[in-house]
């Protein structure tokens, strides 16, 4: 079964500094990874995607993310944080082999501190 | 270009009434699906539609029923409404190419539904 975790409920960062939203999958077939960021009484917003070739995934906004096989990791960074990527990011997967679900991880609330 | 639209956007319903909620796209998008979204655990598929006239079951399908007599809107009912189905429902719809698994889902801006 697929499954995503995001380990931390909420992350704090300062203004300017780099941030990480953390997730982890698992799948029995290789995976697309996506990451979808919501901003209050929105829908989900598409940020970026893995599909296949490069490890490192740049998207939207400055975002980027670095697929990591061996740790089944998707982890969300941006060198300088602001003020309005304060939202909730949600990590998603399918796997290749197992048709239409989309398995979302339960969000990260990011709060960019000025 | 208007997206993914929903209707309505906030509904209260008490315990056994039924209802329907709208979802429309107007990018010619083959893909449709139904999700719910409930604090703490991301959103879960509900139904989805693979074209105009088909649907199937997600994750969580029971007490919902789905119809896309067209293709650009996808229909999610509730027959009778019950307090666990209180939550954020969330239409989004997508492309149908060959690697239709890799294309990007479009949101609608969601309902939110309080049944008491």
């Known amino acids: 079964a697929q499954s995503v975790a995001q380990p931390e409920d909420q992350v704090n960062v300062a203004e300017g500094n780099p941030l990480t939203v953390k997730c982890t999958y698992s799948?029995?077939?290789?995976?697309?990874l996506f990451w979808y960021v919501q901003y209050p009484n929105r829908g989900l917003q598409f940020l970026l995607k893995?599909?296949?070739?490069?490890?490192l995934v740049k998207g939207s906004y400055g975002f980027e993310a670095e697929f990591n096989k061996s740790q089944t990791s998707f982890h969300l960074k941006k060198p300088s944080a602001l003020v309005s990527d304060s939202a909730l990011y949600f990590c998603a997967v399918r796997d290749r082999n197992y048709g239409q679900n989309f398995v979302f991880g339960p969000g990260t609330r990011l709060s960019v501190l000025p | 270009n208007a997206g993914v639209t929903q209707t309505p956007k906030f509904r209260v319903l008490k315990t056994g009434q039924s209802m329907t909620l709208l979802c429309a796209q107007d990018?010619?998008?083959?893909?449709m699906y139904w999700y719910r979204q409930d604090p703490g655990m991301g959103l879960r598929l509900i139904h989805y539609?693979?074209?105009?006239?088909?649907?199937a079951k997600g994750e969580v399908p029971d007490g919902y029923n789905v119809s896309r007599l067209k293709k650009q809107n996808f229909l999610l009912g509730l027959e009778s409404a019950a307090p666990s189905q209180t939550s954020v429902y969330f239409c989004?719809?997508?492309?149908?190419?060959?690697?239709?698994?890799?294309?990007?889902?479009?949101f609608g801006p969601g309902t939110r539904l309080l049944v008491l």
């Open positions: 990018m010619n998008h083959e893909y």
């Open positions: 989004a719809s997508s492309y149908s190419t060959l690697a239709v698994l890799q294309e990007t889902q479009y």
């Open positions: 893995y599909i296949t070739g490069d490890n």
């Open positions: 539609s693979v074209g105009e006239g088909t649907t």
């Open positions: 799948v029995s077939g290789n995976p697309y």
